[in-house]
């Protein structure tokens, strides 16, 4: 027979993951469709900036055969030439990106210091200096990244069009649909998740909420009260050996290692996992935010 105290903990792990995934719900959406939006904005933006060399795709065309005896190129748009259209197009959406993730980000942070809160009675800052660093240094870095990624697309659809001599009517049409790609369904590799786009946001707006969750109890623990803290999983069977193994683990000190290294979720993108915290010595923080006896 299950003990009553498994139980209560298991009640208790299953209202946390749900509480995370409810306090998220719409961030991730908003995040999802912001990305979908500014993405269809680049791809417009990066073909019409491109088309200026479209009559080289031409097969027959005069411009495509005089372009490529005098530059002795291999490909009709050079590499040097269509990525600095492109870097053109980044810039064009830099601002837009980064008030998206922000916004998001922002949200995601408060919705984990304020649940943090509840448990140990310390409000989460927005203002303050550690959430504002996180903001600016994951912001930053994350707008980077999806825009490599999105850069690689582009040159693989490019590749593609050179080898099979695309016309710019059919490269237009595969661009298009490479940027589209990003939204559309990512298939049964990832069940929770639906598109990059959304991948993208679950992945940021969790790694925000445990964020605002850990900077909520390092403000407790710079007061003087140690917090413990414990690995939750969502307890189902698509969770990762990697963080059954971190559940495994006993209570650690607020800074200390799980044994995937970590010290906090999430452990990969898309990772569903959250923490359990409690004043250091046993007591449950959630039971008695005095912390008394
Ligand atoms: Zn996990």
Redesign the pocket.
């Known amino acids: 027979m299950a003990s009553l105290t498994s139980l209560v903990a298991e009640a208790k792990t299953a209202a946390i993951i749900l509480n995370k995934e409810a306090a998220l719900e719409a961030s991730v959406e908003q995040l999802t469709a912001d990305l979908a939006r500014l993405w269809k904005r680049q791809s417009r933006a990066f073909i019409r900036l491109l088309s200026q060399y479209k009559g080289r795709l031409s097969r027959q065309g005069l411009e495509s055969l005089a372009y490529r005896i005098a530059a002795e190129a291999a490909d009709p748009i050079s590499e040097g030439e269509w990525v600095e259209l492109w870097e053109d197009v980044e810039k064009l959406t830099e601002a837009a990106f980064a008030t998206a993730l922000v916004n998001g980000m922002g949200a995601a942070l408060q919705a984990g210091g304020d649940a943090e809160t509840l448990a140990l009675g310390v409000a989460f800052d927005l203002a303050s200096q550690p959430a504002q660093d996180f903001l600016a240094e994951k912001g930053g870095l994350l707008i980077t990244r999806v825009n490599k990624t999105t850069k690689d697309q582009i040159r693989v659809t490019l590749g593609k069009s050179w080898e099979e001599k695309w016309s710019w009517g059919r490269l237009g049409k595969e661009l298009e649909s490479r940027f589209a790609d990003m939204t559309t369904p990512l298939g049964p590799v990832a069940k929770h998740i639906r598109t990059r786009g959304e991948l993208i946001a679950i992945t940021e707006l969790g790694n925000a909420f445990e964020e605002g969750s850990m900077q909520t109890a390092q403000t407790l623990e710079s007061a003087g009260v140690m917090i413990e803290k414990k690995w939750l999983?969502s307890g189902d069977a698509r969770?990762?050996a990697g963080?059954r193994e971190n559940s495994a683990a006993d209570w650690l000190a607020l800074n200390g290692l799980f044994p995937s290294g970590h010290t906090r979720?999430?452990?990969?993108p898309g990772?569903?996992?959250s923490l359990e915290k409690r004043v250091a010595g046993g007591q449950r923080a959630s039971a008695d935010p005095g912390g008394g006896a």
């Open positions: 999983t969770v990762s963080c979720p999430l452990r990969f990772c569903r996992c």
